[in-house]
């Protein structure tokens, strides 16, 4: 059991006020309360919210200050709710100011760490004429939607060796298009360059045929440091190349195990390079608290970043780990804030 001295509560900024159920039943044996507010519960000029405030296994609707140390849950995010946000006061610390990463900043920023740089598949701003350029140069690509969406509007183009194009959408059953210009027009017609990246697409190893990846979750501890607490694997449903769309998930090392890779190595590997992700997309993407990194591994076994994740789904651990795990993951950002609460005094 985790005991956490009775202190301020701990801001928990969500899309719609609720009780949180894993936390009243954490409450009762860890002491700690917690805050749970809207943006449209929150009146900005007094700074103040209304919402349910947890206590030792018991909520109550009050209205109240906004706590000193709020932890951002708010996804998808909006503009207008962040202008809001970075106009509280000082005194008031949020972590998780961004929550819905945009992949090509966190391309670039990754860029910067020469370590987590030799794991990023080759990407590219969208722009259509440059398309023709980088389906030659790298056959096979991935075109996604640069804000998260869960898995939806991902697309898969490859040109195959009879020089026609073969266009996918979710499964692994394409649309074979003739290799000319108005194909790339259709592509272009259906994808939105603002909106969208282009991504070199890597043959990953599969289980069973089946396509996955390792989520890795990363948070910050009680002292303010990054550390590794959770780690699984999805494994994407037959026929589809995206692991958003899982037949179920599993614990990472025991399917690295299975695939007989050297499974200590690879999570021992991919666990570094999460750590310094979290580092340095905190230097670009303001005041973070946890985040959670997706790889795949390709025929060689070395990991590639898929995806970042500002606001991790933790349910997704909630089936496969010990209880023990499932309650520092949930545990982990009352820890931080209790320690940032510390830091305010």
Same mark, same amino acid.
């Given at each position: 059991?985790?005991?956490?001295?009775?202190?301020?509560?701990?801001?928990?900024?969500?899309?719609?006020?609720?009780?949180?159920?894993? &936390?009243?039943?954490?409450?009762?044996?860890?002491?700690?309360?917690?805050?749970?507010?809207?943006?449209?519960?929150?009146?900005?000029?007094?700074?103040?919210?209304?919402?349910?405030?947890?206590?030792?296994?018991?909520?109550?609707?009050?209205?109240?200050?906004?706590?000193?140390?709020?932890?951002?849950?708010? &996804?998808?995010?909006?503009?207008?709710?962040?202008?809001?946000?970075?106009?509280?006061?000082?005194?008031?610390?949020?972590?998780?100011?961004?929550?819905?990463?945009?992949?090509?900043?966190?391309?670039?920023?990754?860029?910067?760490?020469?370590?987590?740089?030799?794991?990023?598949?080759?990407? &590219?701003?969208?722009?259509?004429?440059? +398309?023709?350029?980088?389906?030659?140069?790298?056959?096979?690509?991935?075109?996604?939607?640069?804000?998260?969406?869960?898995?939806?509007?991902?697309?898969?183009?490859?040109?195959?060796?009879?020089?026609?194009?073969?266009?996918?959408?979710?499964?692994?059953?394409?649309?074979?298009?003739?290799?000319?210009? +108005?194909?790339?027009?259709?592509?272009?017609?259906?994808?939105?360059?603002?909106?969208?990246?282009?991504?070199?697409? +890597?043959?990953?190893?599969?289980?069973?045929?089946?396509?996955?990846?390792?989520?890795?979750?990363?948070?910050?501890?009680?002292?303010?440091?990054?550390?590794?607490?959770?780690?699984?694997?999805? %494994?994407?449903?037959?026929?589809?190349? %995206?692991?958003?769309?899982?037949?179920?998930?599993?614990?990472?090392?025991?399917?690295?195990?299975?695939?007989?890779?050297?499974?200590?190595?690879?999570?021992?590997?991919?666990?570094?390079?999460?750590?310094?992700?979290?580092?340095?997309?905190?230097?670009?993407?303001?005041?973070?608290?946890?985040?959670?990194?997706?790889?795949?591994?390709?025929?060689?076994?070395?990991?590639?970043?898929?995806?970042?994740?500002?606001?991790?789904?933790?349910?997704?651990?909630?089936?496969?780990?010990?209880?023990?795990? %499932?309650?520092?993951?949930?545990?982990?950002?009352?820890?931080?804030?209790?320690?940032?609460?510390?830091?305010?005094?």
């Amino acid at each position: 059991m985790i005991i956490i001295k009775r202190q301020l509560p701990i801001g928990f900024l969500v899309n719609s006020t609720a009780k949180l159920p894993i &936390y009243t039943d954490l409450s009762t044996t860890n002491q700690f309360r917690l805050f749970v507010f809207e943006p449209a519960n929150i009146d900005w000029q007094t700074n103040t919210a209304h919402g349910l405030l947890l206590n030792r296994g018991h909520w109550f609707w009050k209205r109240r200050q906004l706590p000193k140390v709020i932890y951002n849950r708010i &996804y998808p995010e909006s503009k207008l709710v962040n202008s809001k946000l970075q106009q509280l006061p000082d005194q008031i610390i949020l972590f998780n100011q961004v929550t819905q990463f945009d992949k090509w900043q966190v391309y670039q920023s990754l860029q910067t760490n020469q370590l987590v740089k030799q794991h990023l598949p080759a990407s &590219y701003p969208y722009d259509p004429e440059h +398309l023709p350029d980088l389906i030659n140069k790298h056959h096979k690509l991935i075109l996604k939607p640069k804000k998260g969406h869960q898995g939806v509007g991902i697309w898969r183009l490859e040109l195959l060796e009879n020089e026609s194009y073969a266009l996918y959408r979710d499964l692994e059953f394409p649309a074979i298009l003739p290799n000319n210009p +108005l194909t790339l027009a259709l592509v272009n017609l259906i994808i939105d360059p603002e909106l969208y990246l282009i991504q070199e697409y +890597l043959d990953f190893q599969t289980i069973d045929g089946q396509h996955f990846d390792v989520r890795i979750l990363v948070q910050k501890n009680q002292k303010g440091q990054w550390e590794v607490t959770a780690a699984l694997s999805r %494994i994407a449903k037959s026929n589809y190349f %995206i692991t958003n769309i899982s037949d179920r998930s599993v614990k990472g090392f025991t399917l690295l195990q299975r695939l007989n890779l050297p499974a200590l190595a690879i999570m021992t590997n991919i666990e570094q390079i999460s750590k310094e992700t979290a580092q340095t997309l905190e230097k670009d993407f303001g005041h973070l608290g946890e985040i959670s990194v997706d790889f795949g591994l390709d025929q060689q076994a070395k990991p590639w970043i898929i995806e970042v994740n500002g606001k991790p789904n933790k349910e997704l651990f909630n089936e496969i780990l010990p209880t023990k795990t %499932i309650s520092k993951i949930y545990l982990q950002p009352i820890l931080y804030g209790q320690y940032l609460n510390s830091l305010s005094h």
